[in-house]
């Protein structure tokens, strides 16, 4: 799941302010993060290595260190320390958590194949990215669905005002996210356009990755905050 993640965050930071946005916006892709960590060191190494050949389909990445379930309990673990120390609330920590965990609930339904801890112990999910990736995409769709309208429905109920535009702006951002996952489900770019055979150093897909994740949350750390509350008289 890519888009769906970050809407889990928006509601986190609805109910918890005192949080921060980005401090949510990370806490929700922490096992994202940590997988193109390593990538880098070799730990997750993940194919293909062109971007222009990749598809969320074929796709293969062994993520015994950054998704598995045994790892899992320290990245709760240390998302709780990190927000406990930054906003001095253990509230804070413990949402935090629960966006790592819900990374991993929402991943067995629309994600890569999870294990226990490695390949050779018990699957931990549907592995629909591989499966059936049309229906993961379905479900992340569904999910981004939910968690926004929730999100915008308590807006209303708490008195914030938001602009057209910057209603649509933030939906836009999931929508371009399920309509990039759709358009690389099983051809990939090169197939796509004919794209020849080449190598500048940027068309590697874990750096692609990297920054789509970054803008993503620069993005909706910029947009998300720009609101009104209704004064009551």
Known sequence: MLAGHYATALV???KYPKGTLLY??????????????????????TTPDDVFDTTVSNMVVNMLYSHDLVPLIAWLVIIFIIGKLLFKDNKIGLVGSALVLGHFVLDFFSGHPHHIFGLDTGEVGLGNYAANVYQAIAIEAFAIVVFLW????????????????????????????????????????????????????????????????????????????????????
Request: proline share 3%; glycine share 4%.
């Open 12 to 14: 986190a930071y609805q």
């Open 24 to 45: 949510f916006l990370i806490a929700s892709q922490l096992q994202d993060f940590l997988w193109f960590l390593f990538h880098y060191l070799n730990l997750e190494r």
């Open 150 to 233: 929730y999100f915008f429905t308590q807006e209303i109920k708490n008195g914030v005002k938001r602009s057209f535009k910057n209603k649509a702006s933030i939906i836009g951002m999931f929508v371009f996210g399920i309509a990039f996952m759709l358009s690389i489900a099983t051809t990939s770019f090169r197939e796509l356009f004919n794209i020849p055979e080449f190598d500048f150093g940027f068309n590697t897909s874990v750096p692609t990755l990297v920054l789509t994740y970054a803008g993503m949350i620069l993005y909706l750390n910029y947009f998300v905050p720009k609101f009104e509350v209704n004064k009551k008289s």
